[in-house]
């Protein structure tokens, strides 16, 4: 038997201080104190504080014959990273203080990554999938027929919605009313005497953390569909149109695989006839969906599985795929805008390329990066719409990651812009003033080093604008 007592200090602030935890430290000894009476506290704390702790004492006192397992877990959270020495050493001791009186007592900082990191973390699913007779087997992996019915049913939850978490690793996102899905639906509804579903289709692919067969049906710890996203998607949809009697199957494979560098591998080997772009296949990796969670806290849609937003009906112009924000890295921080204007996928496919702009690592590639990218993307889309009418289309299709690199020049006051800089750049000084004296200078240029799409495409003309510009000229009274 176990009593745990939980107690969280959470601050919305930027850094670990020392104050937070001298209040435990003064707080948490006196209301675990069996000597202090209740009503000696209401005076400090709040009725529900003073409550909770109670029954926990009240716990340890009437389970004592049981000899429970006593633990306290503390947690101080913050927004921050590095945790000073200080702190550190007063958590230490205001553990060690409780633990001459409780057996089991940790104290754990959280900062901004590990709670990220935790609010992530999906609790455990485990799903049955009824099959048709025995499944074939291999290592770590099964390969089955099962009904489609039942195969509704395992993607679906209690109250019969469809479980999306299922399809967080598939490389891209429901299509809709394209035509391959058309005719699956097609099928579904309106079967062909004496032709089962699975000859017409190519099944699903689903990777688990774990799986095993018994009586009849797989058990799957943890299922992820990895190929097979439009089949279930129309399967669901179209599933009250599936009789308890309907005897058609579909083909299911299953692999047991942990490591992500192998599940990544099984997913590109699954997708390779799709004939996706090279960033989809990027998609699933972590530092994408970390993206794609800050964007949504600033007011953008990181659509990391290509029409995923649209389909929502999020406004376009806040939507940007992997592809568009490297092609903004690209400008601003690597200033390439010729690579980003002319083989902006070569920059995704290679893997040294790729980690230039994708690195994964905060220190390297603080979020907030993307985040400023973006933002200065959209400014200088936006401006160059305003064009439409007044500047020749040579230079609308040519001049805007250019515009995008000096744009950052500009708000930086010097062509030097370390990534870690980038996140402290105010995008709000990107007005339509300073957007004009940008482009003109850049259009100046363009004109002088001869007006074509291969100048702007070779980095001769980006190593002229690093030579010529200076602040004065893009400067904005």
């Not at 200080?86 to 001791?93: H, L, N, R």
């Not at 496919?349 to 390297?364: E, N, P, T, V, W």
Request: net charge positive; with cysteine; charged share 25%.
């Amino acid at each position: 038997m176990e009593i745990e007592l939980i107690v969280i200090q959470a601050k919305n602030v930027a850094n670990f201080k020392e104050a937070p935890v001298d209040k435990l430290t003064a707080s948490v000894p006196l209301l675990l104190s069996h000597d202090v009476d209740p009503k000696d506290l209401e005076a400090t704390f709040k009725p529900e504080v003073i409550k909770i702790f109670r029954s926990f004492l009240d716990a340890m006192h009437q389970l004592a014959g049981e000899f429970p397992t006593v633990g306290i877990r503390i947690y101080y959270c913050c927004k921050g990273d590095a945790v000073p020495v200080a702190v550190t050493t007063k958590a230490d001791a205001l553990a060690a203080n409780l633990g001459t009186s409780f057996k089991n007592v940790e104290f754990s900082t959280l900062g901004a990554q590990q709670l990220y990191e935790r609010s992530g973390a999906q609790k455990r699913l485990v799903k049955e999938l009824p099959t048709v007779g025995s499944p074939m087997s291999g290592t770590n992996s099964y390969v089955t027929l099962c009904r489609l019915k039942n195969y509704v049913d395992f993607i679906s939850d209690a109250k019969g919605e469809l479980i999306s978490r299922i399809f967080d690793a598939n490389v891209r996102a429901y299509q809709g009313g394209v035509e391959v899905n058309k005719e699956i639906a097609k099928s579904v509804k309106e079967p062909s005497a004496g032709v089962d579903f699975w000859w017409l289709n190519n099944g699903v692919t689903i990777v688990a953390d774990k799986a095993t067969f018994m009586s009849n049906r797989l058990v799957i710890e943890n299922p992820l569909i990895v190929n097979g996203l439009q089949t279930s998607y129309e399967l669901y949809n179209n599933g009250k149109s599936i009789v308890d009697t309907d005897e058609r199957m579909v083909l299911v494979r299953v692999i047991v695989e942990n490591d992500q560098i192998k599940r990544d591998e099984i997913i590109r080997a699954t997708n390779r006839q799709t004939g996706l772009k090279h960033s989809s296949f990027r998609a699933t990796e972590p530092v994408h969906k970390e993206i794609e969670d800050y964007f949504l806290t600033q007011g953008y849609f990181y659509d990391r599985r290509r029409n995923h937003y649209k389909r929502e009906g999020k406004p376009a112009d806040k939507i940007i795929g992997i592809d568009r924000l490297a092609q903004a890295v690209l400008a601003v921080l690597l200033q390439e805008p010729h690579t980003a204007r002319a083989r902006p996928t070569t920059a995704i496919r290679d893997d040294a390329d790729y980690k230039r702009i994708f690195s994964g690592d905060k220190a390297q590639h603080p979020l907030p990066l993307y985040g400023v990218a973006t933002k200065l993307l959209s400014a200088v889309d936006e401006y160059f719409k305003s064009l439409a009418g007044t500047t020749a289309q040579i230079h609308r299709n040519n001049l805007r990651f250019h515009t995008l690199m000096v744009l950052g020049w500009a708000l930086n006051g010097g062509t030097t812009l370390p990534a870690l800089k980038m996140p402290h750049l105010d995008t709000s000084k990107a007005t339509t003033d300073q957007l004009k004296a940008v482009t003109n200078w850049v259009i100046a240029e363009f004109e002088s080093a001869g007006p074509a799409d291969k100048t702007a495409k070779e980095a001769a003309f980006t190593n002229r604008l690093k030579a010529n510009w200076k602040e004065s000229v893009t400067k904005v009274s």
